[in-house]
């Protein structure tokens, strides 16, 4: 890496990890929300309705690289079973809300990254830019796992309406970060979304596999699926200080 003047980070499987029950156990939440307020669904064919749902759209949103949102997804379950309600009625939001109470709840740190961010913080701006469809459960889960106040800049795509390697976030990164694109490492475990992304837009990818180099089972939904690895030239990390070393080669 050279001269670099920010940084910018992924959050799932980058920074956090989810432990495996989160997204069965958000799943039964919801369902249990929606049970409650009065839509008569069983478990099982909900899930599925929700699963087709949500493929369909990632589809769309692999196309265009819009972000989607959760209420969308579940109005469109609901109607395939039969209740018609709109996007943006309460019961969605409740339950909307019930289901990421789940990933909140499942979320860890990976270990050392409050270290690495306080080494950090002390020479650079830093900024976080991840692809999440519900923007208060990502701000919840940064301010759980008490990293919010290492960031100058949180984007989520859900507030930006495009998601990564969209071009249109990196630029909002590069524009809030306030320094040139080359001057921005980028730190991501995702080739496509992160990698990929980061190298379009002028930034300096940084790949890190701490979560594949340690058979984590990755946050569910919000992984790139089937991409190959990067070029071999892009710098490749495991732990935090290699990240430290590549910086101190500068
Ligand atoms: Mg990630």
Do not use: C
């Given at each position: 890496?050279?001269?670099?003047?920010?940084?910018?980070?992924?959050?799932?499987?980058?920074?956090?990890?989810?432990?495996?029950d989160?997204?069965?156990?958000?799943?039964?939440?919801?369902?249990g929300?929606l049970?409650?307020?009065?839509?008569?669904?069983?478990?099982?064919?909900f899930v599925?309705?929700?699963s087709?749902?949500?493929?369909?759209f990632l589809?769309?949103?692999?196309?265009?690289?819009k972000?989607?949102?959760?209420r969308f997804w579940?109005?469109?379950?609901?109607?395939?079973?039969?209740?018609?309600?709109?996007?943006?009625?309460?019961y969605?939001?409740?339950?909307v809300?019930t289901?990421?109470?789940?990933?909140?709840?499942y979320?860890t740190?990976?270990?050392?990254?409050?270290?690495?961010?306080?080494?950090l913080?002390?020479d650079?701006?830093?900024?976080?830019?991840?692809?999440?469809t519900?923007?208060?459960?990502a701000?919840?889960?940064?301010a759980?796992?008490g990293?919010d106040?290492?960031?100058?800049?949180?984007?989520?795509?859900?507030?930006?309406g495009?998601?990564?390697?969209?071009l249109s976030?990196?630029?909002?990164?590069?524009?809030?970060?306030?320094?040139?694109?080359?001057e921005?490492?980028?730190?991501g475990?995702?080739p496509?979304?992160?990698v990929?992304?980061?190298?379009?837009?002028?930034l300096?990818p940084?790949?890190?596999?701490?979560?594949?180099?340690?058979?984590?089972?990755?946050?569910?939904?919000?992984?790139?699926?089937?991409q190959?690895?990067?070029?071999?030239?892009?710098?490749r990390?495991?732990?935090?200080?290699?990240l430290?070393?590549?910086?101190?080669?500068?």
């Open positions: 890496m050279e001269q670099i003047k920010a940084f910018g980070f992924d959050l799932f499987n980058t920074l956090i990890t989810m432990e495996m989160a997204l069965k156990d958000a799943l039964s939440r919801l369902t929300s049970k409650g307020n009065g839509f008569a669904i069983e478990h099982t064919a599925k309705a929700h087709e749902a949500v493929l369909a589809e769309q949103t692999r196309r265009d690289g972000e989607s949102h959760n579940i109005s469109t379950a609901l109607a395939k079973l039969g209740h018609d309600v709109s996007p943006d009625s309460q969605i939001s409740e339950g809300e289901y990421f109470s789940a990933f909140i709840q979320a740190l990976i270990p050392g990254t409050k270290e690495m961010l306080t080494t913080k002390h650079y701006p830093i900024g976080l830019l991840s692809n999440f519900h923007p208060p459960a701000t919840k889960i940064i759980e796992l990293l106040h290492f960031f100058d800049v949180v984007l989520i795509s859900g507030d930006l495009y998601r990564k390697p969209h976030v990196f630029e909002a990164l590069i524009d809030q970060l306030g320094v040139e694109s080359e921005i490492a980028f730190v475990d995702d496509e979304a992160d990929e992304g980061a190298l379009r837009a002028g300096q940084v790949w890190t596999t701490y979560v594949r180099d340690n058979n984590i089972t990755p946050a569910p939904g919000v992984v790139g699926k089937g190959g690895d990067p070029d071999p030239t892009i710098p990390i495991s732990h935090w200080q290699d430290l070393a590549l910086l101190h080669r500068q």
